[in-house]
């Protein structure tokens, strides 16, 4: 049985810098860029270099690492710890990882000045942090995909909306994991993808990296979902998340919410795939998530060409809420959790 994933890192730690995947070129151009930063990686992280909710965590959390490694004192070594936190931070709103990984970084810091260590050894201990935050990703979408694996059964097909896959996490994604498990063990999934105007992750990306791996994946224009489902040809349908609220609403990729509700009126059970650390339950309900709206050019001049007249207005949300009565199901690495989702997601911290 051989790993079937054989995707790129969205991020890389390269000995004090961060070498990013831009993922604005794919599929046509594989770039690293080098960052050394908290500028460049809020850039990056604000201009879609990065984007998915646990790589945009993985990033600031390096973002945190460059920005303190200069320090000549513990002192000032604090101080750009906290400083550099609370301006990645102000990076993208939507992705509750952002600020998780952030929080986590700064909870180490007070850990280690607790501790008394020397400046280099402080330095050294914050860096394993973030590179504990990244490697526990991998594992945790590893432990998603089995969970999601076992919804799906040979030869079924499965719709995905944006990009939840290897290039929005450490490895293999959340969405996406069981895909890789199944083809790994010899199981037949036909994937469909939409492809997530506006600016295309499902076909750029989603597409790509299942292409990729030899995972069976048709892309279809996000307008297409209903058509598809009509037909019979989707049994089931698994998106990832950038936030769930404490009630079991989920944000996710604009266009989202539309999926969902084309799942129920085709009686298709519709998943959400992420790690605990995108389940908000400060957040009480969908309403109170920040959405995201991001630039009109996204809408009309996004293939490189202007697509709509000039002056014309635009509405751009880069999420949409999907209620919690449409989820059937949501996976993380400690199991399945359904409705109730109040007392249930709840559940899912208590040990
Ligand atoms: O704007 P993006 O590309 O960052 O949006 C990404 C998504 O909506 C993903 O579905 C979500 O972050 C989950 S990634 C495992």
Not at 101 to 112: C, F, G, P, S, T
Not at 124 to 129: D, F, G, I, Q, S
Not at 245 to 256: F, L, Q, R, S, Y
Request: glycine share 8%; aromatic share 8%; net charge negative.
């Amino acid at each position: 049985m051989s790993e079937a994933y054989v995707g790129l890192e969205s991020v890389k730690w390269n000995n004090g810098q961060v070498d990013l995947l831009d993922q604005r070129l794919l599929p046509e151009e594989i770039v690293y860029l080098p960052l050394t930063t908290k500028e460049d990686v809020w850039e990056a992280i604000r201009h879609l270099k990065v984007r998915g909710a646990p790589a945009i965590g993985i990033a600031a959390a390096y973002g945190v690492v460059v920005a303190s490694q200069a320090a000549e004192t513990i002192e000032a070594w604090q101080k750009a710890v906290i400083e550099s936190a609370q301006y990645l931070a102000t990076s993208r709103p939507t992705a509750v990882n952002l600020f998780w990984a952030l929080d986590r970084m700064k909870a180490a810091a007070e850990q280690i000045i607790a501790q008394g260590f020397s400046l280099e050894d402080s330095k050294k201990a914050l860096e394993n942090e973030a590179i504990a935050i990244q490697q526990q990703d991998e594992e945790t979408n590893r432990a998603i995909g089995e969970y999601a694996l076992s919804l799906f059964k040979e030869d079924m097909g499965v719709l995905t909306h944006c990009n939840a896959g290897g290039l929005a996490t450490a490895k293999y994604g959340t969405a996406l994991a069981p895909f890789y498990l199944a083809k790994e063990r010899g199981m037949k999934l036909r994937v469909f993808a939409d492809e997530t105007r506006p600016v295309l992750q499902g076909a750029r990306l989603t597409a790509f990296e299942l292409h990729q791996a030899g995972v069976d994946v048709t892309l279809i224009c996000d307008n297409m979902a209903g058509m598809v489902m009509s037909k019979g040809w989707i049994d089931a349908v698994i998106v990832g998340t950038d936030r769930v609220a404490a009630n079991g609403d989920v944000a996710n990729k604009i266009g989202t919410y539309s999926v969902a509700v084309l799942a129920k009126a085709h009686g298709i059970p519709f998943y959400v795939a992420c790690p605990l650390s995108t389940i908000d339950l400060n957040t009480p309900t969908g309403s109170e998530i920040p959405i995201e709206e991001r630039p009109d050019e996204e809408i009309t001049e996004g293939f490189g060409k202007r697509t709509a007249p000039q002056g014309v207005k635009v509405f751009n949300p880069a999420f949409d809420i999907t209620p919690n009565e449409y989820v059937a199901g949501i996976i993380t690495e400690k199991g399945i959790v359904t409705a109730p989702y109040e007392e249930n997601l709840r559940k899912l911290f208590e040990n």
